[in-house]
C-alpha cells in the first residue's frame, strides 16, 4: 500500500502556509468545529441544570413533524445536507490539478473501496471499540458523569430503520473524513507531527461529544486515538467509516427493535 505517513508530508510556507491555515479554520467551522463549540454550552447548560447528568436525557435522531410523510422528508434533507462537509473536504484535499476531484479527493484519504478488508478491519475495529464503549458510557452513568443518552425517537414508521442506517452512515462519513482523513493531511502540511495531529484529532472528537457528558467525551478521545493510530498505519479511511458506521447502525436501529432498558 503506498501511503505517505502524514508527519513526512512536506510542510508548505508563506502564502500556502496562510492560506491553508484558514482553510482548515473555515472547514471546521461548518463542520465538527462547530459542533465542539455548540457541545460545550450544552454541557455547561445541563451542569448548571438542577438535575444532575445521570438523570437527564439526551435524544438523537429526534422527529420534526408530527406528520410522517414531511418527517420523513425533514430527516432525509437533514442527513443529505450535512453531507456537504466531508464533500467539501474531499473537494478541498484533491488539489486544483485533478481531472476529476472526488475520485482524487478519495484516493488521497484512502476513501476508495475495498469491501472485503474494510468491513473485515470496521467489524474489528467495532468489536475493539464498541464493546469497551458500552462500558464506558454504563460507568459514566453511574458515576453520573454521562446523561442518559435517547437514540430513537423518531417511532415506529416503515421508514424508521432506513432512516436510522441512513443516519449512521453520514455520521460515520462526516466525522472520519474530516476529523482523521482531512485534519491528519492538512495538519501534516502545516509541519505537525504524527503525535501532535493524533492527539488534536482525538480530543476533537472527545470535545464535540461532550455535550452527553464526560464520560462519553473521554471514551470518545480514547477512540479518536485508535482511529487515528489505525489511519496512520494504513492511509485509509473507509475501514474508520465501516466501523462507525456499524457502532451507530447498533446504537440507533438496536432501541428501534430491541427493548434494552437493562442497560439503565
Known sequence: MSHQPTAELDPVQGTARRR???????????????????????????????????????????????????????????????????????????????????????????????????LGWGVVLTLAIGLPGIGVYLAGVHLGLTAHVSTANLGLHWWTVPVLIFAALRNALVEEVIVVGYLATRLGQLGWSTAGWIAASSLLRGTYHLYQGFGQGIGNVAMGLVFAWFYHRTGRVMPLVCAHALIDIVAFVGPSLVSLSWLA
Open 20 to 118: 491553508l491555515i484558514a482553510e482548515v479554520c473555515i472547514v471546521l467551522a461548518l463542520s465538527l468545529g462547530a459542533s465542539a463549540v455548540y457541545s460545550v454550552l450544552e454541557l455547561v447548560d445541563r451542569l448548571t441544570d438542577a438535575a444532575s447528568l445521570a438523570n437527564q436525557t439526551v435524544p438523537l435522531n429526534t422527529s420534526d413533524s408530527p406528520k410522517p410523510w414531511l418527517d420523513l422528508l425533514y430527516q432525509l434533507a437533514a442527513n443529505t445536507l450535512r453531507l456537504a462537509p466531508p464533500v467539501l473536504a474531499v473537494y478541498l484535499l484533491a488539489g486544483p490539478s485533478a481531472k476529476s476531484w472526488f475520485a482524487a479527493g478519495c484516493r488521497r484519504i484512502g476513501l476508495t473501496p475495498k469491501p472485503g478488508p474494510d
